[in-house]
């Protein structure tokens, strides 16, 4: 049966951890798909600074204040409640509220990966992450439907949390619109953002996470330089923790690269669109992603992308030239490079990034998310 009314956990974009990136983005994003494509949906915040966020952001969206009250008066056959938060690090204590177990409501769970689980050596080293992962994992198995944002985090989190791959649907992620090709020369915008030595450049959305292989990424650098030379800078950008920044440029200073790339710091949205338009080439080499959006934004902006070859990560821009493997550092350059050199290899990769642009958007994870819902139905 098609949801007749769907309440969107809101949360996450007050969240602590998770406003304005990662979580609370995708939020913000299917919140907005489904207002587009006209879908009964209800956005329950928890704080007056996230209904401002909704309302900024989501202008026109339904908007009601979490309560008991609220969840009673759409308690009837085919309303669904949507938990946007149950693999937020570290875990609220409500993802799932009491008041929406007692009023019987099928609960669907957004997944985004299960990355945690996977590597527990590195990411449940400290004791309350992992006990906070052994309570996740049991209240996962307790809802109607999971919709993961690729076919491989549909996949892992089945094998991570003994879920019925059955009731698992993929429902992708999207792009924002300011993500989108210069209308004038991009590097009248770049400039503004980068330092003036910097023209020609490959760009990598990195983190300080040992998955994003940056270590990898820089290393490669100096082998692109011995086959290019000084062409081009590599504008990594990122945010930094005070760890990151003595560890990176300690890479590229081994790698003998330190003067040819740039840490650009934090970024706002209109820096790093502005990044983007203006870049050569973006590269993710990634080793796990649960979907791997600066690719999908690099793409939409018009820009050749390419990326690792594990993961979710071929899913997005779904065509292997523009896939490479990422544990050598030797076999990224040589990727980087001829990226950069074959001219027919970018018309390829950039015939690619603007199928992917077309197809992950908002309103198309938003239709997904009705269909998967009314095909599953409650457990």
Not at 214 to 220: C, D, K
Request: proline share 8%; with cysteine; net charge negative.
């Amino acid at each position: 049966m098609r949801p007749s009314t769907l309440l969107v956990d809101a949360r996450p974009v007050d969240h602590p951890t998770a406003r304005q990136r990662g979580i609370g983005r995708y939020v913000t994003g299917l919140l907005t798909g489904l207002r587009d494509i006209g879908a009964p949906v209800i956005g329950l915040h928890g704080t007056d600074a996230g209904a401002e966020v909704l309302a900024d952001t989501v202008p026109g969206l339904t908007l009601r204040r979490w309560s008991p009250q609220v969840v009673r008066e759409h308690a009837s056959d085919g309303t669904w409640f949507l938990a946007t938060q149950l693999m937020l690090h570290p875990i609220p204590l409500d993802p799932i509220p009491r008041c929406i177990t007692d009023a019987r409501l099928p609960v669907a769970a957004v997944m985004y990966d299960v990355i945690p689980y996977r590597y527990p050596e590195l990411y449940l080293t400290d004791p309350s992450a992992r006990r906070q992962a052994e309570l996740r994992a049991p209240l996962a198995r307790t809802v109607d439907a999971l919709l993961a944002i690729s076919d491989f985090a549909a996949a892992t989190s089945a094998e991570a949390l003994a879920y019925p791959r059955e009731r698992i649907a993929t429902i992708g992620a999207g792009v924002e619109s300011k993500f989108a090709p210069a209308s004038a020369d991009p590097r009248d915008r770049s400039r503004r953002v980068l330092p003036a030595a910097v023209r020609e450049y490959v760009v990598a959305v990195a983190g300080g996470d040992e998955r994003k292989n940056t270590e990898g990424l820089l290393r490669a650098w100096a082998h692109v330089e011995r086959a290019l030379g000084d062409s081009h800078h590599l504008v990594v950008a990122a945010a930094h923790t005070p760890s990151v920044l003595q560890r990176w440029p300690h890479w590229a200073n081994e790698a003998g690269v330190l003067d040819r790339v740039v840490f650009s710091g934090v970024l706002d949205d209109d820096e790093l669109v502005a990044v983007l338009q203006g870049a050569s080439l973006a590269v993710m080499p990634s080793l796990e992603e649960g979907f791997g959006l600066p690719v999908l934004e690099a793409a939409a902006c018009g820009v050749p992308a390419i990326a690792s070859n594990v993961s979710s990560l071929p899913e997005v821009l779904d065509e292997p030239a523009a896939c490479f493997a990422p544990h050598e550092p030797p076999v990224i350059a040589a990727a980087i490079v001829r990226a950069l050199t074959d001219d027919a290899h970018r018309s390829v990769r950039l015939a690619a990034g603007a199928r992917a642009a077309e197809r992950w958007t908002w309103s198309n994870v938003a239709q997904a998310t009705l269909d998967s819902l009314d095909s599953l139905g409650p457990r």
